[in-house]
């Protein structure tokens, strides 16, 4: 198809061995969806997830090497907590970091690139694994065909590698 | 909580022959003997990456010594689902109040006046 997404919808690709990319179309001009990614007042305001959550912590140091982290706390009082560091950060259009949800985690190097049309915003952002092997423990969860996942889908995913 | 759980269910997962083991036993429970035949590979070879997978609660393994059949064990494979999946709704949620959000400030701007310039 010659056309990107609609406005409110979100498409899972794999562009390569290591990489898992969303795509999303927002009907608002470019500086604005670079703002609202970029400034801890905005992203706390949506960047929640679920409802149920809030994020008190939302550290923005935006800068090449400055760090950022943010926490989640659900209302019953479980946190979460991702943290990393700018790499390259080219406003309105390209904002480069590390993520990490903990020593656990592999890090990824995440890369946002926005482009304008007509008003509206596409935003692309790719999450780089360390190894194909980390990518597809990521994958094979299910985030690239959408619907929920369920332990069938899964099961037959494992069987298809066999 | 003491080393994640789910944490080690991604490190087990994280292996191709170990997907293979795994997927092998969705068809039921099997020996180390059988699980070793479509792999180049050792019985000790295949044992490790049994060990690694049980340690992961993936599979449970039975008593007898000799033949000690490993059986899939589905509850932490299905925590990994409900976590991507929670992954995916994050994102899809978060980007739903997003254009609600960006539609606020828009009208917003444009109530505050045209030609001002955002700081």
């Known amino acids: 198809m010659a056309t990107a997404n609609s406005v409110g919808e979100t498409t899972f690709t794999t562009p390569s061995d290591r990489e898992i990319a969303m795509t999303r179309v927002f009907d608002a001009p470019r500086a604005l969806v670079w703002e609202v990614h970029t400034k801890a007042e905005h992203l706390s305001q949506w960047m929640l997830g679920p409802e149920g959550w809030t994020m008190p912590v939302c550290e923005i140091d935006l800068r090449p090497g400055g760090a950022w982290r943010f926490v989640w706390r659900r209302s019953e009082g479980s946190e979460m907590e991702m943290k990393g560091a700018y790499q390259e950060i080219v406003p309105p259009e390209r904002l480069v970091s590390t993520e990490s949800w903990g020593e656990d985690w592999p890090e990824t190097l995440n890369t946002l690139v926005l482009s304008e049309d007509d008003g509206r915003t596409t935003l692309s952002s790719t999450v780089l694994y360390p190894s194909k092997e980390a990518r597809d423990a990521a994958l094979e969860t299910g985030m690239k065909d959408g619907a929920s996942v369920s332990f069938d889908r899964l099961a037959d995913y494992l069987r298809s590698l066999s | ?119």
């Open chain 2, 1 to 119: 909580m003491s080393a994640d759980p789910l944490s080690l269910t991604f490190a087990a997962l994280a292996d191709p022959t170990r997907r293979a083991i795994l997927a092998r036993l969705t068809d039921g429970a099997a020996t180390v003997k059988e699980l070793s035949a479509p792999f180049a590979m050792s019985g000790p070879a295949v044992s490790k990456h049994l060990r690694v997978l049980e340690r992961a609660g993936l599979i449970t393994r039975g008593r007898e010594a000799q033949w000690r059949p490993c059986r899939l064990e589905a509850a932490p494979l299905k925590d990994v689902a409900e976590w991507t999946d929670g992954y995916r709704r994050f994102w899809d949620a978060s980007y739903e109040r997003l254009d609600e959000y960006l539609r606020q400030l828009n009208e917003k701007e444009e109530s505050d006046g045209h030609g001002k310039q955002r700081g």
